[in-house]
């Protein structure tokens, strides 16, 4: 049920499918089908299909943010954004999370943007590490470069084993990889507080991004403001 409601607009358009199921029509009972068919294809694709009739709140809390990921991917999404997903989970949940991102990457060519504070979450799925400190872009690359930078070192980091990381998968292709979202100047405040300043950033398909800094970066800002909440400066 949780993956059928992330459908609910295909099988309402405009309300003429739902008037369609009063009677009992075709068309509903072909696109309601089709909605059970997806839900059951992404519970099999994160292990969840023998539990397909439990409550999701009775699922343990690694196998709930993955059904919450399989809700979102339902949508078809081209660019997936994802708020600390490997928070409260445990290192065997959040080792099986980083390999659902990476299959979601290569298997289906979207881009993640993704604010997570696990560290090994991070160094073994992201294609490239943003860090942002008050506001402000400071470094941006590769994990392992970004993990050699003395600012984000210290700042962020501490001390971590370079060895630990390994370099994310990424789909064989023939052609550059094209844009979904292109940020330039961005400006963001609350009132006339400004948050970010000036953030030039490029997401691409089938590329896992990832945003690290610490409380009151801007991650959180950046992110509601891709979905256009607060005010831009």
Known sequence: ENLLVAQHRALSRSGMLQLAGLFGLK????AESGAVAKAMHWLERIGLSARANDEAGTLPYGAQRRL???RALCLEPAFLCLDEPAAGLNPQESTRLGEMLLRMKDELGIGILLIEHDMGVVMNVSDKVVVLDR????????PAAIQKDPRVLKAYLGEVDPSAARTPSRRPTTAAPQPLLV???????????????????RFDEGEI???LGANGAGKSTLLRSIFGLPSRI
């Open 135 to 142: 506001g402000q872009k400071i470094a941006e690359g590769r």
């Open 27 to 30: 068309a509903y009972r072909e």
């Open 209 to 211: 991004v990832t945003i």
């Open 183 to 201: 940020l330039r100047k961005l400006h963001v405040g609350y009132g006339r507080a400004e948050v970010l300043h000036g953030l030039d950033m």
């Open 68 to 70: 919450e990921i399989a």
